[in-house]
């Protein structure tokens, strides 16, 4: 069941059960107050005509025969007969001696019994539809004991009750339809923001997530909306996300199997023409050179791809380390390499104490210094330096090469991507140094920026926070 028809079902469920017992207390306290009404009536005229009857027969002389009471009875009946009050008188006996009821009743009468005992009482009964108030009581004529019984009719009283009940119906019908038009309307304009919603919801599970919902209010429903499209940019960014890492993960893929495929295509054809070839030394030389060199490039990659792998799912065991220090180790490792390529390699800056993993943070070093050894003619500089200020500490290597597009400065840390592909692989290159280096600083929680332009040099910047 839709959510609209329950609250419309529950709306009209609670409007009945309201209805109906309000109907209820208010007709049965109605009847309840004229009832007694008619009761304490009822007992006030009788307590009157007990009274007004006992001083009239005080005042005449004392009646002695039981004929003369029955007939004297008779007369008192036609003296108090009003409408809808009637008048029975018995003896001691409870034989009737007088009457000005339309009807005798048959039934056991109880209430006479209680009042010849001396207690004034009432009771109420219903015959042949209608409703009959009986009250009895005791009047005493010298040694004579007649019983008085008013008859009062309170049909009225009922037929008042059931009236009430039955305007309540009416009006309850009435108002039932009214509440039921303006709940089913409410229903449709609380729900309809609820609907555009679902159908956004919808229309985005199918695929399309930048579709927003257009609901404006300034209410819960309002902030709901606002919420919800909040979520909805959310999502289409993750999955914006996750269809670059999809593409990224391809395009590693492809590049790896590319990577793989060229040196072992060069190593299978050099094999197999030292297989079929004769033997001439020269030429088996430089054959097993080119074998060595892809072999070895072969198992860089793979170091690289361990590397990487290595510091995504472990942890860096942090310490306090002098990156000063760090930085002229590197110099010393890379020197040699330096010095082949006519590179001068220097070190700038002051001592600086950083939370460093020291091996991968060398490792991170040193493939920045092979890049700019890479990138820089002879004559050229590379240099290494930290610098300090209060927002931290800066370690940088910077080369006098030749630089960069900015188109490029955003992908150079992507795996197997080279800014120019042939001198990247004639020099050994496969693409994997700065995605290593830029993950390694990543797990140190550091910045890490790229600063290049063409023909003036590249300058590299990893930042420590305080």
């Not at 419309?8 to 309201?18: D, E, K, N, Q, T």
């Not at 990659?301 to 361990?306: D, E, T």
């Not at 890049?371 to 940088?396: C, H, M, Y």
């Not at 990247?424 to 994997?432: A, C, F, H, N, V």
């Amino acid at each position: 069941m839709k959510f609209g028809r329950k609250i419309f079902i529950l709306c009209l469920a609670v409007y009945i059960l309201s209805l109906s017992v309000t109907s209820i207390v208010v007709t049965e306290n109605t009847y309840r107050n004229l009832l007694n009404e008619e009761i304490e009536r009822s007992l006030e005229e009788e307590g009157n005509l007990h009274s007004t009857l006992q001083l009239y027969l005080m005042s005449t002389q004392p009646l002695q025969e039981r004929i003369a009471l029955k007939d004297y009875s008779k007369n008192l009946v036609d003296l108090v007969s009003t409408d809808r009050n009637y008048l029975e008188i018995y003896d001691e006996n409870l034989e009737l001696l007088a009457s000005n009821a339309p009807r005798a009743w048959f039934y056991e009468r109880v209430e006479l019994k209680v009042a010849l005992e001396g207690h004034k009482n009432f009771i109420i009964r219903r015959e042949d539809g209608r409703l009959y108030l009986f009250v009895s009581n005791l009047l005493e004529i010298g040694q004579e004991k007649i019983v008085l019984a008013m008859i009062r009719e309170i049909t009225h009283v009922e037929k008042h009750r059931w009236d009430q009940y039955l305007f309540f119906l009416k009006t309850g019908l009435v108002g039932l339809a009214v509440v039921a038009l303006v709940t089913w309307q409410s229903s449709i304009f609380l729900l309809r923001p609820f609907q555009e919603l679902t159908a956004t919801a919808q229309s985005i599970a199918s695929g399309n997530y930048h579709v927003r919902t257009k609901v404006k209010r300034k209410d819960e429903v309002g902030l709901l909306a606002e919420q919800f499209n909040l979520m909805a940019e959310e999502v289409e960014r993750k999955i914006k996300q996750l269809e670059e890492q999809g593409q990224r993960q391809q395009l590693f893929i492809d590049n790896l199997t590319h990577e793989l495929r060229t040196p072992l295509t060069s190593i299978i054809g050099y094999a197999d023409f030292l297989l079929k070839a004769k033997y001439d030394p020269a030429v088996f030389h430089k054959s097993l050179l080119y074998i060595h060199a892809e072999g070895k490039r072969i198992l860089n990659l793979a170091k690289k791809m361990m590397d990487l792998i290595f510091i995504r799912e472990n942890p860096l065991q942090l310490k306090e380390e002098d990156v000063l220090a760090i930085l002229v180790e590197v110099q010393h490792i890379m020197q040699v390499k330096g010095e082949e390529k006519g590179i001068t390699i220097e070190v700038t800056g002051s001592p600086a104490q950083v939370p460093v993993d020291k091996e991968l943070f060398k490792t991170a070093l040193i493939n920045l210094v092979d890049n700019a050894i890479k990138a820089s003619s002879p004559g050229q500089k590379v240099i290494l330096g930290v610098k300090q200020d209060n927002r931290g500490t800066e370690v940088f290597v910077a080369d006098q090469g030749r630089g960069m597009d900015e188109e490029h400065v955003s992908k150079v840390t992507e795996p197997f991507y080279r800014v120019d592909q042939s001198r990247s692989r004639k020099e050994g290159g496969i693409g994997l140094g700065l995605a290593l280096v830029k993950q390694i600083v990543e797990k140190h929680n550091a910045g890490f920026a790229i600063t290049s332009k063409t023909g003036v040099g590249t300058t590299i910047q990893i930042k420590f926070g305080k």
